[in-house]
């Protein structure tokens, strides 16, 4: 069997098959990192398959995929990365079942199979914030008035936007979280979310299609800030939400959300970081959060989210980058 598919190429697999559905998944750590885990965790025989689709694919090429991967006997399921919500608004009524938190937020991360269902979830709320609660301490938002800054209003800003506004967290939230887009569409989507859940922390979106807009933005956050590029850009698309003339809060946290590309928003971060006083962080917790949380559910296994066994399945997944 290929190792990557396109929507066009896809085949009935003949061993029990996972998919990871995103835009360069050939280029993507679990390809090494995935036989490991899945020895580790005595997942048995079982092959990795990416399926590559263009970024907001034609509906089409979407039902395709969900179609074969519910119907395919040897597919065990899916992780969703990139489309989590251009697919499920183009195969919604394939699911036998949704959870909760992908029908409030209108995306999928993970496609998996139990008892002849098959089932959607959003499991980005949960990794995004194992990995925030990662590297900020306890009450960071509590200490004094502190914005979070997102560039791009996909799934990963949803997520991000739903887990520190939530009442539950009391006064470890934002005073504020400003999201930008390019375009409108994503903003209002997540406006609804974010009423939904909670309006209790102020939202502030603004439509900011160039870099020099989000510049803008961020020259309005509050030291201290969390400031998260959520766009895709660095690994899906060449370059970064912000201009080379940006300049970051003092004492800001900076997260972009990849780990491989040309990591353009990382490399502006890193140049700034003594001067600005910055912690920057990317992807790589998040993306071990990220695969887990969906590698438990497809698979029906137990991982812990900290402790012994999710130590070891960080020190395997670390000795496998260069």
């Known amino acids: 069997m290929p190792c990557t598919f ?7 697999a003949a061993t029990p098959t996972f998919y990871f559905i995103g835009v360069t998944t050939g280029s993507s750590s679990i390809r090494t990192v995935f036989p490991l885990w899945a020895e580790a ?3 048995g025989e079982v092959e990795l398959v990416g399926i590559d689709l263009p970024l907001h694919a034609p509906a089409e090429q979407y039902r395709k995929v969900v179609t074969f991967l519910k119907d395919d006997p040897q597919s065990l399921g899916a992780l969703v990365t990139t489309h989590k919500i251009d697919l499920f608004e183009a195969a919604r009524d394939l699911f036998d079942e949704i959870d909760p938190l992908a029908e409030l937020m209108d995306e999928v991360s993970c ?4 008892d002849g269902r098959f089932r959607a979830h959003a499991k980005d709320p949960i990794s995004s914030g194992h990995a925030l609660d990662a590297f900020l301490p306890a009450g960071y938002f509590a200490a004094e008035p502190t914005d979070v800054v997102v560039f791009g209003a996909g799934g990963s800003a ?3 936007d739903w887990y520190l506004a939530r009442p539950e967290r009391g006064d470890d939230r ?6 930008t887009n390019r375009s409108a569409g994503r903003l209002e989507t997540l406006t609804r979310i974010h009423d939904a859940a909670s309006a209790e922390v102020a939202l502030e979106t603004v ?3 160039t870099p020099a807009d989000n510049d803008a933005v961020l020259a309005r956050a509050s030291r201290r800030a969390v400031v998260v590029n959520a766009t895709g850009l660095g690994k899906d698309a060449p370059g970064s939400p912000l201009s080379d003339d940006v300049v970051f809060p003092e004492q800001a946290v900076v997260w972009d959300l990849n780990y491989r590309g040309d990591l353009v928003f990382l490399d502006q971060a890193r140049a700034a970081q003594e001067e600005r006083s910055l912690q920057v962080e990317d992807g790589w917790i998040y993306f071990i959060h990220g695969w ?3 590698i438990a559910e497809v698979f029906d296994v137990s991982i812990p989210t900290s402790g012994p066994v999710f130590d070891e399945l960080s020190a395997i997944a670390a000795s496998t980058r260069s």
């Open 6 to 12: 396109t929507s066009d190429t896809l085949e009935p």
């Open 111 to 114: 496609l998996s199979k139990r």
């Open 174 to 179: 934002p005073a504020r979280i400003l999201v």
């Open 207 to 209: 439509l900011a299609p």
């Open 41 to 43: 965790l005595g997942l």
């Open 292 to 294: 887990t949380q969906v």
């Open 158 to 160: 949803i997520a991000i």
